[in-house]
């Protein structure tokens, strides 16, 4: 048993199984996040519950340790593979015979996913605490900190492009995941494709829709 | 019709190579690839020069032999077909040819356009065999197949284990061969008794060997002669995961 995480297929397994619990992270923070539209109330009061609620620090465990065995596998695995080819090819494979761009690039993607995860965080989570009174109760106002962010172009650019890399890592991801859980079957092949890519766009839409909607139709008054 | 090859040379017992040029010319667009470098190597010989060494066989694309690297792509640009099964006409008349031996830390060059490939036979050794006692072949219809599963037994079974999925992926994994050879003896009745066993010993091996790890970009499927499904190792993926139980 021991042995057996030793070997890439286990680690593989890893890979996937963490990848899968994050990409179903980002589909529920992205569906918490569309709570901006229902005004600062609601969205306060749910990333508070988010924050304070019972089962949030077991959360924010799991989460960093999914998210950090993710990372430290594959990149374990990535110089592994780096050295597996000691002389590098004069020509790439080219046609049907190529290795598709954004398979090549998963680490790299990953790597822009983590600036991003830390600069978010930095950002929102250990960014300025406004406060505002609901009913008597003092709780943190994210949604003007949000706001406020989000009327910088460079923030708003920044939050696309990095948002597109997540689009297109979960796209080859969640694929990845199947074939490395031994799920994938010419059976559910097509469907398996078809879900990978309407899974990642949807996600995508949701998150580009916040700093967008706040960039073109929001003040900092939150109006 | 005229080329210009770029060919890997390298010596016998040298770490390093580099490309030489060579042109080609009054070549037959009908003339096959190895019967092309045929023809360049008694032209070499003639100069009294060293013949560049290229691994082949059978030349009807079922022994695995034949190991190059087209212009970046195992077996040249076409799918389902070994170097040996390709001709001049799938070239341009002038066209600059780059010809490279499969690279990958576990495949050595051992002169100019040869590896060595003894990882494989090493693989093979360590778990792709059925133990049966030898003696009389036993009535074929004592062990019943399913149809469809002795279908797709057989595809598996169609690796021929020439290296081009090593070659062609960007981590050099073997994954697709031991996939193979793993997927078509868990899939029959003769290979199931030992198939936890089996993937255990033969991952193992395959690591040990120095290939790299699978990043499911299914490069090996399409370059591969024989056309082997990715399912393949999807299958192994299961097997090596019920080999815990």
């Given amino acids: 048993m021991r042995k057996w995480f030793f070997l890439s297929i286990g680690q593989k397994y890893l890979i996937g199984l963490t990848g899968l619990g994050l990409a179903l992270f980002v589909l529920l923070h992205m569906l918490g996040n569309l709570l901006i539209f229902a005004g600062d109330k609601a969205y306060n009061l749910y990333m508070h519950q988010m924050v304070h609620g019972k089962a949030a620090f077991f959360i924010q465990v799991g ?19 780096y050295f597996s080819r000691s002389e590098k090819y004069a020509r ?58 989000f009327q910088k172009p460079v923030t708003v650019l920044w939050y696309l492009i990095a948002l597109l890399v997540l689009c297109v890592h979960l ?17 559910f092949d097509f469907w398996i494709k078809k879900l990978s ?23 900092e008054k939150g109006g | 019709m005229l080329l210009k090859l770029k060919i890997w040379r390298q010596k016998r017992g040298q770490k390093k190579g580099s490309f030489e040029n060579y042109e080609m010319d009054h070549l037959s667009p009908d003339m096959s690839f190895l019967e092309m470098l045929d023809q360049l190597n008694e032209d070499l010989v003639g100069q009294k020069k060293v013949p560049v060494a290229f691994d082949h066989d059978c030349r ?5 032999s ?20 390709l001709h001049l006409r799938s070239f341009k008349d002038k066209e600059e040819i780059w010809i490279e031996p499969f690279r990958a830390k576990a495949f050595p060059v051992l002169q100019d356009l040869i590896v060595d490939r003894s990882a494989f036979d090493r693989i093979i050794q360590s778990g792709a065999y059925v133990s049966v006692n030898t003696g009389q072949a036993p009535e074929a219809h004592s062990i019943l197949v399913e149809k469809a599963k002795a279908e797709e037994a057989f595809s598996h079974a169609a690796c021929i284990g020439c290296g081009a999925c090593v070659a062609v992926c960007k981590n050099a994994s073997a994954s697709l061969f031991v996939a193979a050879k793993v997927s078509h003896l868990a899939l029959l009745p003769q290979g199931k008794v030992e198939k936890k066993a ?19 970009t ?26 815990i139980f």
């Fill in chain 2, 60 to 64: 009807e694309g079922i022994c695995g």
């Fill in chain 1, 197 to 219: 890519f309407g899974y990642a766009v949807f996600v995508t839409m949701g998150y580009v829709s916040l700093p967008l909607y706040v960039f073109f139709f929001m003040t």
């Fill in chain 2, 218 to 243: 299914g490069a090996c499927s399409r370059a591969c002669p024989k056309e082997i499904s990715l399912h393949s190792i999807a299958r192994m993926n299961r097997e090596y995961f019920k080999s």
């Fill in chain 2, 66 to 85: 034949c190991s190059l690297v087209i212009n970046g792509n195992p077996h040249g640009p076409h799918a389902g077909s070994a170097v040996c099964q």
């Fill in chain 2, 198 to 216: 089996r993937v255990l010993k033969m991952v193992k091996q395959m690591e040990k060997e120095g290939f790299g790890a699978c990043t499911n």
């Fill in chain 1, 171 to 187: 796209f080859h991801g969640l694929i990845s995941s199947f074939q490395s859980l031994g799920l994938s079957h010419p059976r």
């Fill in chain 1, 63 to 81: 989460l960093l340790a999914a998210f950090l065995l993710h990372i430290i596998l594959a990149l374990f695995l990535s110089v592994k593979n």
């Fill in chain 1, 92 to 149: 790439q494979a080219s046609g049907w015979k190529a290795t598709a761009w954004y398979q090549k690039s998963l680490i790299f993607q990953g790597a822009i996913i983590l600036v991003f995860v830390v600069l978010h965080l930095i950002t929102f989570k250990f960014g300025t605490y406004y406060e505002v009174v609901y009913e008597g109760k003092t709780i943190r106002n994210l949604f003007q900190l949000v706001v406020e962010e």
